[in-house]
């Protein structure tokens, strides 16, 4: 297992070395930071100004190299946008991103795999139909629309909770529920169709006519084998909703890491664009890898692959 | 179970709209943009120029309505020679954290912001100056690099003063997190990009400013103006501001908001490339093809159906309230046939194909795509990000493109004509005799003799045909019923004249 786990921590840090390289090429590729940062107002020559004061004629290895030797070293600059330290403006934003994502994929999971469940035992009931109904419109809603109508329910008809902000744990409530909508969908129909796959398969046959009882079955013979891909799935979910929740960090004022990351892309605030790719591209890493981990703990058969 | 339902109903009544209201004398703002940072010398937005005139103070104040210069933290000034201007100072002004306003202050923030390795993001409100001297604790003399007779305007806007031994420790990081001024306003909170707390400064000077009236101002940033308006009829918002013209007509059907919409120093033009940077043979070097597509465009009708409010039709290459900006130019009416017969006698009988950039606006830009179309101008229209144009631009590879200009709020026509027609990399005409009449506009300190070369360089701008102006831009303005104020035209939220009602 130990050496399982350190082979791919190593393929990991060069994932997130290439992934770093690629992105710091295309952002220098895709527009200039100088024009950017001197703002709307300000003419040709100020940029060209800014271009120099910042650095930004120098070819793309050198400031590359430059910002890597400082990463490696945990320093990853000042922000061209907020003049402020980098490392510290993400830690923050990453807070509220953070309580918004483990909130959002417990919730999704939470009401998605009972819900998977129940409609694999009873298949074209109305509990089956009702989770099918709520998937579809889980995918077919967007979120700033469901966001939208959430605030008017909860925060202007009722008075039950604040539209926008982030002060205290009411403020991520209907966030909270908007994004694990999101998610829901695709690992309710997951576990629904590893259940049912498993609940017709030989060894719960088996076990059913060597009578163990049907919440025996389901739960520690047939779950435990129809989550395993499920597994997997909200290990990538839950770094989409880390780096995705752009939408809903913008509708409910958030001001989470995704939402940072849209702007400084916008910007070409190169130094926050940079750590944000490679924080998010670890974050997938590390869910990757806890997820194979975990499916590896619950199916022991994965350890040699 | 009643107990969870008691409870629930608790949290329910508790989790009610953040309380900022006229009650605790709290004003709740929304921003749409993140600003980068208070300290605003390092950063070149809207809201960053509100912020800097609610904590800061410049030298001199130029009254929004008479357009007047009067002293704020100097009481008198003088040119002592044509680049060299002496201030006399304020003795009664502290800064924020205590520090007294002298003129070492001055000194500290003119040499700081002048020398630009200091990296000052705005770059045009200081690259003018060269640097301070104290005379004594009350006298200064700034140098400036030219001749600059818009350094008074720049002295009454973006030139705010810094306390010296403050700014010297804390940095423009510091300032961006602490931030300290003399103005009406202190910052009692930053959150940065997110959230900004003011508090009226009790111990403010006597200036024209006036003093503040509210006592709290909470701005938050919201990104999504759905959820502004949402915040507004919730009661956790006061003040919205650059609400969209349809928004704001539902929001002034009702009774709860006022809704004000004013004029901004924004304005639009189709920028033509007559220097043919982009090729010597394209259309636009034709000067008949550029009559041609000022004719072509109806821009009354584009102010009254998509701009609305206080939005009006340019003629001239500036915005109208600038000193220096005459309207007595060439004007092209709306006229399509004429466009025609313009294009046919420039060799174009059938039109002809070009690209079309833009960068924000997009309904303006394509209505205005659609006359050029109706003439027989074919377009490859193309949206980019701001900063993508501003390259291209730069390179000289942009046929024809809508722009817009806000001025920074400068009220003075260098901040807008010399920008463009001094042969800098965003200039598309490149003519000779214009720069070398707005060269004595923008360095001749008698203002007749500024107003006489603005003229000329503005009516040779027109005559030629190397920009259609299009039209000026407007905010709406919304707020609780509760509020007084009455926005000014240069589109600068001012805390201190809001009061409530």
């Not at chain 1, 752009?246 to 605030?269: K, M, P, Q, T």
């Not at chain 2, 093809?289 to 939005?311: C, P, T, Y």
């Not at chain 2, 039209?471 to 707020?479: A, D, R």
Request: proline share 4%; hydrophobic share 45%; aromatic share 12%.
């Amino acid at each position: 297992m130990l050496s399982f786990i350190l082979k791919r921590t190593g393929l990991a840090l060069l994932v997130a070395f290439t992934v770093s390289f690629i992105s710091f090429s295309l952002l220098f590729m895709s527009g200039d930071p100088a024009a950017a940062l001197a703002g709307e107002t300000a003419s040709g020559e100020d940029i060209e100004a800014i271009r120099r004061i910042y650095g930004f004629d120098r070819p793309m290895l050198v400031q590359y190299g430059e910002w890597l030797f400082s990463a490696l070293r945990g320093d990853f600059g000042e922000s061209y946008y907020f003049k402020l330290p980098v490392a510290g403006l993400i830690a923050e934003r990453l807070q509220v991103t953070m309580t918004l994502g483990v909130c959002g994929i417990t919730f999704a999971l939470l009401t998605a795999v009972p819900l998977g469940v129940a409609a694999a035992i009873r298949p074209n009931s109305i509990i089956d139909r009702a989770a099918l109904f709520l998937s579809v419109a889980g995918q077919a809603m967007p979120s700033f629309w469901f966001g939208l109508i959430l605030i008017v329910v909860f925060a202007i008809q009722l008075g039950m909770l604040p539209p926008s902000g982030a002060d205290s744990w009411r403020h991520f409530i209907l966030p909270t529920i908007v994004l694990g909508y999101y998610a829901m969908p695709a690992i309710m129909r997951l576990t629904r169709a590893g259940m049912l796959d498993t609940l017709n398969s030989d060894y719960i046959r088996t076990a059913r006519a060597k009578g163990a009882g049907e919440g025996r079955v389901l739960f520690k013979h047939a779950l435990r084998n129809a989550i395993i891909p499920v597994v997997s799935l909200a290990a990538v979910q839950m770094g989409f909703m880390l780096g995705g929740s752009i939408v809903v960090e913008s509708v409910f004022a958030l001001h989470g890491a995704g939402y940072l990351a849209w702007e400084s892309i916008a910007r070409n605030d190169l130094p926050t664009v940079q750590a944000l790719i490679l924080v998010f591209s670890m974050f997938y890493i590390v869910f990757t890898l806890l997820a194979d981990v975990l499916n590896a703990w619950l199916d022991p058969r994965m350890r040699s692959a | 179970m009643k107990k969870l339902l008691r409870t629930t109903a608790l949290a329910a009544l508790a989790a009610g709209p953040a309380i900022a209201d006229k009650a605790d004398d709290t004003l709740a703002v929304a921003f749409t943009k993140e600003l980068e940072n208070v300290d605003s010398y390092f950063n070149s937005s809207r809201e960053g120029v509100v912020l800097q005139r609610a904590v800061w103070d410049g030298l001199i104040y130029r009254d929004p309505e008479t357009n007047e210069y009067v002293g704020n933290l100097a009481t008198d000034w003088e040119w002592i020679d044509d680049t060299t201007l002496e201030f006399t100072l304020r003795e009664d002004v502290t800064f924020h954290n205590g520090e007294p306003f002298t003129a070492d202050d001055v000194v500290y923030t003119v040499n700081f912001v002048a020398d630009e390795a200091n990296g000052v993001k705005t770059q045009r409100n200081v690259n003018w100056m060269d640097s301070a001297e104290k005379v004594d604790d009350y006298t200064v003399r700034i140098k400036l690099k030219d001749k600059f007779p818009a350094a008074i305007e720049f002295f009454s806007g973006p030139v705010s003063m810094y306390p010296d031994e403050y700014y010297a420790e804390a940095g423009p990081s510091g300032m961006g997190l602490k931030p300290v001024g003399t103005g009406p306003y202190k910052v009692v909170d930053v959150t940065p990009g997110q959230r900004f707390v003011l508090e009226k400064y009790e111990d403010y000077h006597d200036s024209p400013k006036g003093q503040a009236q509210i006592t709290n101002i909470d701005i938050r940033t919201i990104p999504d103006v759905n959820t502004q308006m949402a915040e507004l009829f919730s009661g956790s918002l006061d003040f919205i501001w650059q609400v969209p013209a349809d928004q704001a007509e539902k929001l002034a059907a009702m009774d709860r908001f006022t809704v004000v919409n004013a004029s901004t120093m924004r304005v639009g033009y189709i920028q033509m490339d007559a220097a043919g940077r982009s090729g010597e043979d394209n259309p636009f070097t034709n000067k008949l093809v550029r009559e041609a597509v000022n004719h072509a465009i109806n821009r009354q009708e584009l102010v009254d159906a998509l701009l609305q409010g206080e939005s009006a039709v340019i003629d001239t290459a500036c915005f109208p309230s600038q000193f220096g900006c005459v309207q007595d130019v060439k004007s092209y009416e709306y006229d399509p046939e004429k466009a025609r017969e313009l294009l046919a006698e420039a060799g174009y009988p059938d039109g002809f194909s070009t690209e079309f950039y833009a960068y924000r606006d997009r309904p303006y830009a394509e209505a205005i795509v659609s006359y050029l179309n109706a003439i027989g101008i074919q377009t490859d229209f193309k949206m980019l990000q701001y900063s993508a144009l501003r390259e291209l631009n730069m390179d000289g590879v942009v046929p024809i493109s809508f722009q817009t200009w806000g001025s920074y709020s400068i009220n003075d026509a260098s901040a807008m004509v010399s920008q463009y027609f001094k042969h800098g990399s965003l200039d598309s005409a490149r003519d000779d005799q214009v720069l070398e009449w707005l060269n004595v506009a923008d360095s001749s300190t008698d203002s007749d003799e500024r107003i006489e070369y603005y003229t000329m360089a503005l009516q040779r701008i027109a005559d030629e045909a190397y920009w259609a102006p299009m039209f000026s831009y407007n905010t709406n303005y919304v707020f609780s019923r509760e509020v007084e104020y009455q926005p000014t035209p240069d589109e600068v939220l001012r805390f201190v004249d809001m009061s409530w009602k």
